[in-house]
Antibody
Framework: QVQLQQSGPGLVKPSQTLSLTCAIS??????????WTWIRQSPSRGLEWLGR?????????DYAVSVKSRITINPDTSNNQFSLQLNSVTPEDTAVYYC????????????WGQGALVTVSS | DIVMTQSPDSLAVSLGERATINCKSS????????????LAWYQQKAGQPPKLLIY???TRESGVPDRFSGSGSGTDFTLTISSLQAEDVAVYYC?????????FGQGTKLEIK
């Protein structure tokens, strides 16, 4: 059974960097079939896909245009986890952030982390 | 980006009755190479992450009760709950995975009448 455990601070100051980690059990971040993704949810923006990383003989990353200039998603093979960094945050980045696995069989999100409310405020 | 539009925004149905939620995409989700519709449905209960119910528009995820069914093709899709149970109270989302950025509908809130 795949489990995703999120960690990271719940409060970030404006202009600073939001950092979250998603620890994987029951699968590998280096899987040649799955992908690993970050999604956020807010009342104003609904569910918003932010980006993904995956391994197919080499590492790939792709990001939503809305955050592309500010986001980095990195795998950590030593600890079997992946991370989200979002730079230069504003109050509009306040949301519940989820990590999720993108299914190998179909490009759907079949396992999710528990979610983390991140508030951007001074 | 592909825009996903759900209707209605909210729905109240009596226990044991049928609930129907619609989802429309701004472009076809039918992928010619595999002849499959790249459309999924999720259920989100209060305080929980979304849960995958259906993918390929009509394939139930393992463990999902058979009262949940999906249908449709191209740009128009439907999630049907054949006999509403109390535990089905939730917000339901459709999601396209035809192309990135993956996008979701705005959600339909399902309540008991």
């Amino acid at each position: 059974q795949v489990q995703l455990q999120q960690s990271g601070p719940g409060l970030v100051k404006p202009s600073q960097t939001l950092s979250l980690t998603c620890a994987i059990s029951g699968d590998s971040v280096s899987s040649n079939s799955a992908a690993w993704t970050w999604i956020r949810q807010s009342p104003s923006r609904g569910l918003e896909w932010l980006g993904r990383t995956y391994y197919r003989s080499k590492w790939y990353r792709d990001y939503a245009v809305s955050v592309k200039s500010r986001i980095t998603i990195n795998p950590d093979t030593s600890n079997n986890q992946f991370s989200l960094q979002l730079n230069s945050v504003t109050p509009e980045d306040t949301a519940v952030y989820y990590c999720a696995r993108v299914s190998a069989a179909a490009g759907v999100f079949d396992y999710w982390g528990q979610g983390a409310l991140v508030t951007v405020s001074s | 980006d592909i825009v996903m539009t759900q209707s209605p925004d909210s729905l109240a149905v009596s226990l044991g009755e049928r609930a129907t939620i619609n989802c429309k995409s701004s472009q076809s989700l039918l992928y010619s190479s595999n002849n499959k519709n790249h459309l999924a449905w999720y259920q989100q209960k209060a305080g929980q992450p979304p849960k995958l119910l259906i993918y390929w528009a009509s394939t139930r995820e393992s463990g999902v009760p058979d009262r949940f069914s999906g249908s449709g093709s191209g740009t128009d899709f439907t999630l049907t709950i054949s006999s509403l149970q109390a535990e089905d109270v939730a917000v339901y989302y459709c999601q396209q995975y035809y192309i990135t950025p993956y996008t979701f509908g705005q959600g339909t809130k399902l309540e008991i009448k």
